[in-house]
């Protein structure tokens, strides 16, 4: 699992590392759109990079949050011009996320608005809540204030764990478990994906 795994913190820490900042909001944002890039992983390498005086904890909070409300906004979209049913049919097409947007689903419809602030400090249910709330048609200006909100806290938070632990940012025994096992998920995700893609291609052949 360990080889499997490296390229892809390799790749994430690539991104960062080459795009600074705009790295940062970029990969954020694609994890915002519901693909399973795991925020566990670059906001603390973000922070250990802060550490380094590259730029200030305090922007990569920023630049992460700016990020997570780009690709809500898109997953949110999805959701208000779509509706229900083209949100069900692109779950269903991509084999993976339906659990994880029936948990974001239950989730608003229990806390209403509230949902998106405290969704935001949720893994799992923080990449897919927008689509609900898009779904909902909820205002848009709340939905980006308590998307905003929520998600500084967490990547401040994530950042702020990184810079404290420096270059063993992803060497702390329990540290990288938990990476390892948010690694795992996205892993298992890409692979349903390509599955699934490789399957619909012979069935469109035959």
Known sequence: MEALLAPLVAGLVAVMSAGGLAGVAILMGLESACLPLPSEIIMPFAGYVASQGQYSLLAAALAGAIGCNLGSHLAYEVGARGGRPFVERLIARSR?????????????????????????????VRTFLSLPAGIARMNLWHFHLYTFTGSFLWCYALAWLGASLGEHWNDTPWVKTAFHVADALVILAVLASAVWFWRSRRRSRA
């Open 96 to 124: 993976w996320g339906a659990k994880e947007l029936a948990l974001s689903d239950r989730f608003f419809a229990r806390y209403g608005s509230l949902a998106i602030f405290i969704g935001r400090l949720l893994p799992v």
